[in-house]
Protein backbone atom coordinates (compact mmCIF):
# COMPACT_ATOMS: atom_id res chain seq x y z
CA UNK A 1 0.00 0.00 0.00
CA UNK A 2 2.79 2.27 0.35
CA UNK A 3 3.87 2.39 -3.40
CA UNK A 4 3.33 5.56 -5.39
CA UNK A 5 3.30 4.16 -8.94
CA UNK A 6 1.51 1.45 -9.87
CA UNK A 7 3.13 -0.05 -13.25
CA UNK A 8 1.44 -2.96 -14.85
CA UNK A 9 3.73 -5.14 -16.55
CA UNK A 10 3.68 -5.09 -20.34
CA UNK A 11 3.51 -8.97 -20.50
CA UNK A 12 0.06 -8.25 -18.06
CA UNK A 13 -1.37 -5.64 -20.74
CA UNK A 14 -5.13 -6.57 -21.12
CA UNK A 15 -5.19 -8.51 -24.50
CA UNK A 16 -9.25 -7.84 -25.16
CA UNK A 17 -11.12 -4.96 -25.12
CA UNK A 18 -14.77 -5.26 -23.14
CA UNK A 19 -18.28 -4.73 -24.97
CA UNK A 20 -20.95 -3.53 -22.94
CA UNK A 21 -23.78 -3.73 -25.00
CA UNK A 22 -25.13 -7.65 -24.20
CA UNK A 23 -24.67 -6.51 -20.67
CA UNK A 24 -26.84 -3.31 -21.03
CA UNK A 25 -29.61 -3.46 -18.30
CA UNK A 26 -31.75 -1.62 -21.63
CA UNK A 27 -30.60 -2.58 -24.89
CA UNK A 28 -29.93 0.89 -26.78
CA UNK A 29 -32.52 2.25 -29.04
CA UNK A 30 -31.09 1.78 -32.59
CA UNK A 31 -29.68 4.87 -34.48
CA UNK A 32 -31.75 6.53 -37.08
CA UNK A 33 -31.13 8.06 -40.65
CA UNK A 34 -30.89 11.68 -40.23
CA UNK A 35 -32.71 11.89 -43.42
CA UNK A 36 -35.76 9.17 -42.89
CA UNK A 37 -35.24 8.96 -39.18
CA UNK A 38 -35.88 5.31 -39.92
CA UNK A 39 -33.94 2.73 -38.13
CA UNK A 40 -30.09 2.89 -40.24
CA UNK A 41 -28.02 -0.28 -40.92
CA UNK A 42 -24.76 -1.17 -41.93
CA UNK A 43 -25.53 -0.20 -45.32
CA UNK A 44 -25.77 3.63 -43.87
CA UNK A 45 -22.61 3.49 -41.95
CA UNK A 46 -20.70 2.08 -45.48
CA UNK A 47 -19.33 4.84 -46.99
CA UNK A 48 -17.87 6.56 -43.68
CA UNK A 49 -16.27 3.37 -42.06
CA UNK A 50 -14.62 -0.39 -42.16
CA UNK A 51 -16.89 -3.19 -42.03
CA UNK A 52 -15.03 -4.24 -39.09
CA UNK A 53 -16.02 -1.00 -36.78
CA UNK A 54 -19.38 -1.43 -37.92
CA UNK A 55 -19.68 -4.58 -37.21
CA UNK A 56 -18.16 -3.71 -33.50
CA UNK A 57 -20.50 -0.62 -33.32
CA UNK A 58 -23.62 -3.32 -33.13
CA UNK A 59 -21.68 -6.39 -31.60
CA UNK A 60 -23.62 -9.02 -29.28
CA UNK A 61 -19.56 -10.59 -28.08
CA UNK A 62 -18.46 -9.39 -24.52
CA UNK A 63 -14.58 -9.57 -25.57
CA UNK A 64 -13.19 -8.76 -29.18
CA UNK A 65 -9.31 -9.47 -29.13
CA UNK A 66 -7.21 -6.50 -29.92
CA UNK A 67 -5.26 -7.29 -32.94
CA UNK A 68 -1.54 -7.83 -32.96
CA UNK A 69 -0.94 -4.71 -34.06
CA UNK A 70 -2.53 -2.56 -32.09
CA UNK A 71 -1.22 -4.23 -29.26
CA UNK A 72 2.39 -3.71 -30.44
CA UNK A 73 1.52 0.17 -30.92
CA UNK A 74 -0.39 0.36 -27.57
CA UNK A 75 3.23 -1.18 -25.85
CA UNK A 76 4.76 2.10 -27.11
CA UNK A 77 3.04 3.62 -24.07
CA UNK A 78 0.55 1.44 -22.17
CA UNK A 79 0.11 -0.24 -19.64
CA UNK A 80 -0.28 3.56 -18.54
CA UNK A 81 0.48 4.46 -14.72
CA UNK A 82 -1.67 4.67 -12.28
CA UNK A 83 -0.66 6.78 -9.01
CA UNK A 84 -1.05 6.96 -5.45
CA UNK A 85 -1.59 10.88 -5.31
CA UNK A 86 0.37 11.20 -1.73
CA UNK A 87 1.40 15.02 -1.54
CA UNK A 88 -2.31 15.83 -2.75
CA UNK A 89 -3.54 13.99 0.32
CA UNK A 90 -1.63 15.39 1.86
CA UNK A 91 -2.24 19.21 1.18
CA UNK A 92 -5.77 18.26 2.34
CA UNK A 93 -5.36 16.90 4.89
CA UNK A 94 -8.17 14.22 4.31
CA UNK A 95 -8.07 10.24 5.65
CA UNK A 96 -9.11 9.17 1.99
CA UNK A 97 -6.69 8.11 -0.41
CA UNK A 98 -6.53 9.56 -3.33
CA UNK A 99 -5.85 7.42 -7.37
CA UNK A 100 -5.58 8.82 -10.28
CA UNK A 101 -4.80 6.78 -13.70
CA UNK A 102 -2.77 8.46 -16.29
CA UNK A 103 -3.28 8.33 -20.12
CA UNK A 104 -1.37 11.89 -20.54
CA UNK A 105 1.43 9.96 -21.44
CA UNK A 106 0.42 8.87 -24.57
CA UNK A 107 2.71 10.29 -27.63
CA UNK A 108 -0.47 12.55 -28.64
CA UNK A 109 -1.01 13.23 -24.87
CA UNK A 110 -4.37 11.93 -24.15
CA UNK A 111 -6.49 8.62 -23.94
CA UNK A 112 -7.47 9.52 -27.79
CA UNK A 113 -4.87 7.35 -29.00
CA UNK A 114 -6.24 4.30 -27.57
CA UNK A 115 -9.32 4.22 -30.36
CA UNK A 116 -6.85 6.56 -33.03
CA UNK A 117 -4.67 3.49 -33.48
CA UNK A 118 -7.66 0.90 -33.53
CA UNK A 119 -9.37 2.75 -35.92
CA UNK A 120 -6.26 3.11 -38.20
CA UNK A 121 -5.45 0.04 -38.35
CA UNK A 122 -9.20 -1.86 -39.15
CA UNK A 123 -9.18 0.74 -41.88
CA UNK A 124 -5.96 -0.23 -43.50
CA UNK A 125 -6.48 -3.65 -43.57
CA UNK A 126 -9.78 -2.98 -45.87
CA UNK A 127 -7.82 -0.79 -48.17
CA UNK A 128 -8.25 2.64 -47.11
CA UNK A 129 -5.92 4.67 -48.05
CA UNK A 130 -6.64 7.71 -46.40
CA UNK A 131 -8.74 9.03 -43.04
CA UNK A 132 -10.53 12.29 -43.01
CA UNK A 133 -11.70 13.57 -39.28
CA UNK A 134 -12.46 16.69 -37.45
CA UNK A 135 -10.60 18.22 -34.44
CA UNK A 136 -12.06 21.12 -32.24
CA UNK A 137 -9.75 21.76 -29.12
CA UNK A 138 -6.93 19.87 -31.40
CA UNK A 139 -6.02 16.04 -29.08
CA UNK A 140 -8.63 14.07 -31.39
CA UNK A 141 -6.36 15.79 -34.55
CA UNK A 142 -3.00 14.67 -32.65
CA UNK A 143 -4.09 11.08 -31.92
CA UNK A 144 -5.17 10.15 -35.66
CA UNK A 145 -2.33 12.15 -37.44
CA UNK A 146 0.07 9.88 -35.22
CA UNK A 147 -1.93 6.78 -35.95
CA UNK A 148 -2.27 7.30 -39.55
CA UNK A 149 1.19 7.92 -40.03
CA UNK A 150 2.25 4.62 -38.31
CA UNK A 151 -0.10 2.42 -40.15
CA UNK A 152 0.51 4.33 -43.75
CA UNK A 153 -2.35 6.06 -44.35
CA UNK A 154 -2.80 9.67 -45.04
CA UNK A 155 -4.85 12.17 -42.66
CA UNK A 156 -6.78 15.03 -43.59
CA UNK A 157 -8.13 17.30 -40.43
CA UNK A 158 -10.47 20.05 -40.11
CA UNK A 159 -9.58 22.02 -37.32
CA UNK A 160 -12.62 24.38 -35.95
CA UNK A 161 -10.93 28.00 -37.26
CA UNK A 162 -11.07 29.60 -33.65
CA UNK A 163 -8.74 26.38 -32.63
CA UNK A 164 -6.85 26.57 -35.06
CA UNK A 165 -5.87 30.44 -34.56
CA UNK A 166 -5.59 30.04 -30.79
CA UNK A 167 -3.42 26.62 -30.52
CA UNK A 168 -1.17 27.03 -33.80
CA UNK A 169 1.33 24.16 -31.57
CA UNK A 170 -1.52 22.04 -32.11
CA UNK A 171 -1.84 21.69 -36.16
CA UNK A 172 1.99 22.15 -36.10
CA UNK A 173 2.21 18.53 -34.04
CA UNK A 174 -0.41 17.04 -36.53
CA UNK A 175 1.39 18.52 -39.39
CA UNK A 176 4.63 16.65 -37.84
CA UNK A 177 3.18 13.36 -37.37
CA UNK A 178 2.39 13.76 -41.59
CA UNK A 179 -1.02 15.19 -40.97
CA UNK A 180 -2.70 18.01 -43.95
CA UNK A 181 -4.53 20.56 -41.41
CA UNK A 182 -6.69 23.28 -42.22
CA UNK A 183 -8.87 25.56 -40.72
CA UNK A 184 -12.49 25.05 -40.85
CA UNK A 185 -14.65 26.41 -42.59
CA UNK A 186 -12.09 25.82 -45.80
CA UNK A 187 -12.36 26.40 -49.02
CA UNK A 188 -11.67 22.59 -49.83
CA UNK A 189 -15.89 21.61 -49.61
CA UNK A 190 -18.99 23.53 -50.86
CA UNK A 191 -19.80 23.21 -46.62
CA UNK A 192 -16.89 25.28 -45.89
CA UNK A 193 -17.52 27.76 -48.94
CA UNK A 194 -21.04 28.39 -48.25
CA UNK A 195 -20.23 29.39 -44.90
CA UNK A 196 -17.76 31.82 -45.53
CA UNK A 197 -19.84 33.31 -48.62
CA UNK A 198 -22.26 34.06 -45.61
CA UNK A 199 -19.74 34.97 -43.06
CA UNK A 200 -16.33 35.50 -44.20
CA UNK A 201 -15.03 35.53 -41.16
CA UNK A 202 -16.76 32.98 -39.57
CA UNK A 203 -14.51 31.08 -36.55
CA UNK A 204 -16.34 27.63 -37.37
CA UNK A 205 -17.93 25.48 -35.59
CA UNK A 206 -17.54 21.50 -34.67
CA UNK A 207 -20.22 20.82 -36.46
CA UNK A 208 -19.61 22.67 -39.60
CA UNK A 209 -16.19 20.76 -39.22
CA UNK A 210 -17.71 17.73 -39.06
CA UNK A 211 -19.75 18.63 -42.75
CA UNK A 212 -16.29 19.03 -44.02
CA UNK A 213 -14.80 16.23 -43.18
CA UNK A 214 -18.20 14.12 -44.05
CA UNK A 215 -18.18 15.74 -47.07
CA UNK A 216 -14.53 15.13 -47.67
CA UNK A 217 -14.89 11.54 -47.12
CA UNK A 218 -17.90 10.92 -49.65
CA UNK A 219 -16.01 12.99 -52.71
CA UNK A 220 -12.73 11.25 -52.15
CA UNK A 221 -11.70 7.60 -53.17
CA UNK A 222 -10.40 5.69 -51.07
CA UNK A 223 -11.27 7.50 -47.86
CA UNK A 224 -12.77 7.09 -44.89
CA UNK A 225 -14.21 9.26 -41.87
CA UNK A 226 -13.26 8.52 -38.19
CA UNK A 227 -14.20 10.25 -34.75
CA UNK A 228 -12.78 10.02 -31.72
CA UNK A 229 -15.92 9.92 -28.81
CA UNK A 230 -19.46 9.22 -28.79
CA UNK A 231 -19.72 5.81 -30.58
CA UNK A 232 -20.31 2.54 -29.06
CA UNK A 233 -16.71 1.35 -31.07
CA UNK A 234 -14.80 4.02 -29.61
CA UNK A 235 -16.00 3.08 -26.15
CA UNK A 236 -14.84 -0.24 -27.04
CA UNK A 237 -11.67 0.40 -27.38
CA UNK A 238 -10.95 2.69 -24.37
CA UNK A 239 -11.89 -0.28 -22.11
CA UNK A 240 -8.36 -1.07 -21.92
CA UNK A 241 -8.34 1.42 -19.32
CA UNK A 242 -10.54 0.00 -17.19
CA UNK A 243 -9.16 -3.51 -17.43
CA UNK A 244 -5.91 -2.22 -16.97
CA UNK A 245 -7.03 -0.61 -13.64
CA UNK A 246 -8.56 -3.44 -11.97
CA UNK A 247 -5.47 -5.17 -12.36
CA UNK A 248 -3.55 -2.36 -10.82
CA UNK A 249 -5.69 -2.30 -7.92
CA UNK A 250 -5.33 -6.13 -7.66
CA UNK A 251 -1.79 -5.74 -7.70
CA UNK A 252 -1.90 -3.57 -4.26
CA UNK A 253 -5.27 -5.23 -3.05
CA UNK A 254 -7.14 -2.39 -3.13
CA UNK A 255 -10.55 -2.17 -4.03
CA UNK A 256 -12.14 2.18 -5.15
CA UNK A 257 -15.19 3.39 -3.23
CA UNK A 258 -15.55 5.49 -6.36
CA UNK A 259 -14.57 6.67 -9.60
CA UNK A 260 -14.13 9.77 -11.40
CA UNK A 261 -13.93 10.83 -14.59
CA UNK A 262 -14.62 13.92 -17.17
CA UNK A 263 -17.28 13.48 -20.20
CA UNK A 264 -17.11 14.94 -23.30
CA UNK A 265 -18.65 12.40 -25.87
CA UNK A 266 -17.64 9.85 -22.80
CA UNK A 267 -15.10 7.88 -24.23
CA UNK A 268 -12.71 7.95 -21.73
CA UNK A 269 -14.78 7.83 -19.14
CA UNK A 270 -16.76 4.74 -20.63
CA UNK A 271 -13.28 3.49 -20.98
CA UNK A 272 -12.13 3.68 -17.65
CA UNK A 273 -16.09 2.53 -16.41
CA UNK A 274 -17.25 0.11 -18.56
CA UNK A 275 -15.25 -2.95 -16.79
CA UNK A 276 -16.90 -1.68 -13.51
CA UNK A 277 -20.26 -1.54 -14.39
CA UNK A 278 -20.01 -5.43 -15.56
CA UNK A 279 -18.77 -5.94 -12.50
CA UNK A 280 -21.27 -3.67 -10.53
CA UNK A 281 -24.42 -4.98 -12.90
CA UNK A 282 -22.89 -9.10 -11.41
CA UNK A 283 -22.60 -8.40 -8.03
CA UNK A 284 -18.87 -9.25 -7.53
CA UNK A 285 -18.05 -5.12 -7.30
CA UNK A 286 -19.93 -2.13 -5.75
CA UNK A 287 -18.36 0.95 -6.81
CA UNK A 288 -19.25 4.04 -7.93
CA UNK A 289 -18.69 5.41 -10.92
CA UNK A 290 -19.63 9.45 -11.49
CA UNK A 291 -19.36 11.21 -14.54
CA UNK A 292 -17.93 14.82 -14.22
CA UNK A 293 -18.82 17.78 -16.77
CA UNK A 294 -18.72 21.20 -17.02
CA UNK A 295 -21.48 23.33 -15.78
CA UNK A 296 -21.84 25.38 -18.95
CA UNK A 297 -22.12 22.09 -20.76
CA UNK A 298 -24.75 20.11 -18.42
CA UNK A 299 -25.64 17.46 -20.56
CA UNK A 300 -26.32 14.88 -18.06
CA UNK A 301 -27.10 16.55 -15.42
CA UNK A 302 -29.53 19.24 -17.28
CA UNK A 303 -30.56 17.71 -20.69
CA UNK A 304 -33.09 15.69 -21.76
CA UNK A 305 -33.04 12.04 -22.86
CA UNK A 306 -34.43 11.79 -26.28
CA UNK A 307 -33.54 11.33 -29.96
CA UNK A 308 -31.91 13.96 -31.16
CA UNK A 309 -29.04 14.51 -34.38
CA UNK A 310 -24.98 13.99 -33.62
CA UNK A 311 -24.24 17.15 -34.86
CA UNK A 312 -25.44 20.84 -35.37
CA UNK A 313 -25.33 19.86 -39.32
CA UNK A 314 -27.74 17.03 -39.02
CA UNK A 315 -25.74 14.88 -41.22
CA UNK A 316 -25.00 12.07 -38.18
CA UNK A 317 -26.92 9.42 -37.67
CA UNK A 318 -29.87 10.57 -34.71
CA UNK A 319 -29.67 8.87 -31.46
CA UNK A 320 -30.88 8.70 -28.28
CA UNK A 321 -29.06 10.16 -25.93
CA UNK A 322 -29.21 12.92 -22.99
CA UNK A 323 -28.64 16.27 -25.24
CA UNK A 324 -28.80 20.13 -24.77
CA UNK A 325 -30.13 20.05 -28.60
CA UNK A 326 -28.26 20.13 -31.68
CA UNK A 327 -28.00 23.39 -32.30
CA UNK A 328 -26.93 24.13 -28.42
CA UNK A 329 -23.83 26.52 -28.54
CA UNK A 330 -22.20 26.24 -25.39
CA UNK A 331 -20.31 29.18 -23.94
CA UNK A 332 -16.44 29.29 -25.01
CA UNK A 333 -15.12 27.48 -21.75
CA UNK A 334 -11.66 26.65 -21.98
CA UNK A 335 -11.93 22.87 -21.67
CA UNK A 336 -12.56 22.60 -25.43
CA UNK A 337 -13.05 18.77 -25.66
CA UNK A 338 -15.95 18.87 -22.99
CA UNK A 339 -18.18 21.48 -24.86
CA UNK A 340 -20.57 18.56 -26.93
CA UNK A 341 -23.89 18.82 -26.99
CA UNK A 342 -24.95 15.37 -26.79
CA UNK A 343 -23.22 12.28 -25.08
CA UNK A 344 -22.87 8.65 -25.92
CA UNK A 345 -25.68 6.68 -26.30
CA UNK A 346 -24.00 4.23 -24.22
CA UNK A 347 -23.26 6.43 -21.25
CA UNK A 348 -27.11 7.96 -21.75
CA UNK A 349 -28.55 5.02 -21.28
CA UNK A 350 -26.60 3.79 -18.29
CA UNK A 351 -26.90 7.55 -16.34
CA UNK A 352 -30.52 6.73 -17.36
CA UNK A 353 -31.01 3.84 -15.54
CA UNK A 354 -29.24 4.70 -12.76
CA UNK A 355 -26.36 2.70 -13.12
CA UNK A 356 -23.77 5.56 -13.33
CA UNK A 357 -23.81 9.30 -11.63
CA UNK A 358 -23.31 12.80 -12.94
CA UNK A 359 -21.89 15.63 -11.41
CA UNK A 360 -20.88 19.52 -13.35
CA UNK A 361 -18.79 21.84 -11.94
CA UNK A 362 -18.02 25.65 -13.20
CA UNK A 363 -14.86 26.38 -14.43
CA UNK A 364 -13.60 28.40 -11.59
CA UNK A 365 -13.59 25.76 -9.63
CA UNK A 366 -12.14 23.47 -11.87
CA UNK A 367 -9.11 25.56 -12.55
CA UNK A 368 -8.14 25.70 -8.14
CA UNK A 369 -8.11 22.33 -8.41
CA UNK A 370 -6.07 22.24 -11.17
CA UNK A 371 -3.55 24.58 -9.40
CA UNK A 372 -4.01 22.40 -6.09
CA UNK A 373 -2.92 18.94 -8.38
CA UNK A 374 0.30 21.20 -10.34
CA UNK A 375 1.23 22.64 -6.47
CA UNK A 376 1.33 18.91 -5.20
CA UNK A 377 1.44 16.08 -8.21
CA UNK A 378 3.20 18.49 -10.62
CA UNK A 379 1.29 17.11 -13.70
CA UNK A 380 -0.52 20.25 -15.57
CA UNK A 381 -3.71 18.76 -16.39
CA UNK A 382 -5.82 18.94 -19.89
CA UNK A 383 -8.63 21.33 -18.38
CA UNK A 384 -11.12 18.82 -19.93
CA UNK A 385 -9.09 16.68 -17.15
CA UNK A 386 -9.29 19.09 -14.39
CA UNK A 387 -13.14 18.54 -14.16
CA UNK A 388 -12.25 14.48 -12.32
CA UNK A 389 -9.79 16.64 -10.49
CA UNK A 390 -12.31 18.61 -8.78
CA UNK A 391 -14.48 16.10 -8.37
CA UNK A 392 -12.26 13.90 -6.29
CA UNK A 393 -11.15 16.74 -4.46
CA UNK A 394 -14.26 17.38 -2.95
CA UNK A 395 -14.82 14.03 -2.42
CA UNK A 396 -11.73 14.03 -0.36
CA UNK A 397 -13.11 17.29 1.74
CA UNK A 398 -16.04 15.03 2.25
CA UNK A 399 -14.08 12.15 3.75
CA UNK A 400 -12.19 14.44 5.49
CA UNK A 401 -15.06 16.41 7.63
CA UNK A 402 -16.64 12.67 8.00
CA UNK A 403 -13.30 11.01 9.40
CA UNK A 404 -13.96 8.83 6.27
CA UNK A 405 -11.24 6.52 4.58
CA UNK A 406 -12.32 6.53 1.30
CA UNK A 407 -10.44 5.27 -1.66
CA UNK A 408 -11.16 7.77 -4.54
CA UNK A 409 -9.88 7.43 -7.99
CA UNK A 410 -9.93 9.62 -10.85
CA UNK A 411 -8.59 9.24 -14.42
CA UNK A 412 -6.51 11.80 -15.81
CA UNK A 413 -7.58 11.63 -19.10
CA UNK A 414 -4.63 14.06 -20.71
CA UNK A 415 -1.55 17.01 -20.14
CA UNK A 416 -2.54 20.15 -20.75
CA UNK A 417 0.69 21.55 -22.62
CA UNK A 418 -1.60 22.91 -25.37
CA UNK A 419 -3.77 24.36 -22.73
CA UNK A 420 -1.26 26.53 -21.45
CA UNK A 421 -3.50 29.98 -22.81
CA UNK A 422 -6.17 28.75 -20.76
CA UNK A 423 -3.68 28.63 -17.45
CA UNK A 424 -2.83 32.07 -18.32
CA UNK A 425 -5.85 33.10 -18.79
CA UNK A 426 -7.20 31.60 -15.23
CA UNK A 427 -3.76 33.01 -13.27
CA UNK A 428 -4.62 36.55 -14.89
CA UNK A 429 -8.09 36.04 -13.14
CA UNK A 430 -9.28 36.60 -16.74
CA UNK A 431 -11.48 33.34 -16.46
CA UNK A 432 -15.25 33.69 -16.17
CA UNK A 433 -17.52 31.27 -14.62
CA UNK A 434 -19.98 30.88 -17.24
CA UNK A 435 -23.64 29.67 -16.53
CA UNK A 436 -26.15 27.46 -18.47
CA UNK A 437 -29.27 29.19 -19.52
CA UNK A 438 -32.30 27.31 -18.43
CA UNK A 439 -34.47 29.68 -20.69
CA UNK A 440 -32.06 27.22 -23.49
CA UNK A 441 -33.94 24.30 -22.71
CA UNK A 442 -37.30 24.97 -24.07
CA UNK A 443 -35.55 26.15 -26.94
CA UNK A 444 -34.29 22.56 -27.34
CA UNK A 445 -36.58 20.86 -26.95
CA UNK A 446 -38.23 22.55 -29.81
CA UNK A 447 -35.05 21.44 -31.79
CA UNK A 448 -35.19 17.84 -31.27
CA UNK A 449 -36.10 15.24 -34.61
CA UNK A 450 -39.66 14.57 -34.08
CA UNK A 451 -39.87 10.65 -33.99
CA UNK A 452 -42.14 8.67 -33.83
C1 LIG B 1 -11.38 14.65 -25.91
C2 LIG B 1 -10.96 14.71 -24.53
C3 LIG B 1 -11.88 14.56 -23.47
C4 LIG B 1 -13.36 14.38 -23.67
O1 LIG B 1 -13.74 13.34 -24.52
P1 LIG B 1 -14.40 12.00 -24.00
O2 LIG B 1 -14.79 11.28 -25.23
O3 LIG B 1 -15.57 12.36 -23.13
O4 LIG B 1 -13.37 11.27 -23.24
C5 LIG B 1 -11.40 14.59 -22.17
N1 LIG B 1 -10.10 14.78 -21.90
C6 LIG B 1 -9.19 14.92 -22.89
C7 LIG B 1 -7.75 15.13 -22.52
C8 LIG B 1 -9.58 14.89 -24.22
O5 LIG B 1 -8.69 15.01 -25.19
Not at 69 to 76: A, S, T
Not at 183 to 193: K, V
Not at 333 to 340: Q, S
Not at 366 to 375: K, L, P, R, T
Amino acid sequence: MDRTKIILEERDMPTKWYNILPDMPTPLPPPLSPQTLKPAGPEDFAPLFPMALIQQEMSDERYIDIPEEVLDVYKLYRPSPLFRARRLEKALGTPAKIFYKYEGGSPSGSHKTNTAIAQAYYNKLEGTTRLATETGAGQWGSALSMACQLMGLECMVYMVKASYNQKPYRHMLMEAYGAKVVASPSELTNAGRAAMADYPDHPGTLGLAISEAVEDTVTHPGTHYSLGSVLNHVILHQTIIGEELQKQFALIDTEPDVIYGCVGGGSSFGGVAMPYVRDNLSGKRNVRLVAVEPASCPTLTKGLYAYDYGDEAKMAPVVMMYTLGHDFIPSPIHAGGLRYHGDSPIISSLYHDKVIEAEAFKQIGVFEAAMQFIHTESILPAPESAHAIKAAIDEAMRCKENGEEKNICFLLTGHGHFDLAAYDAYLNGKLEDDEYNEADEARAIASLPKVG
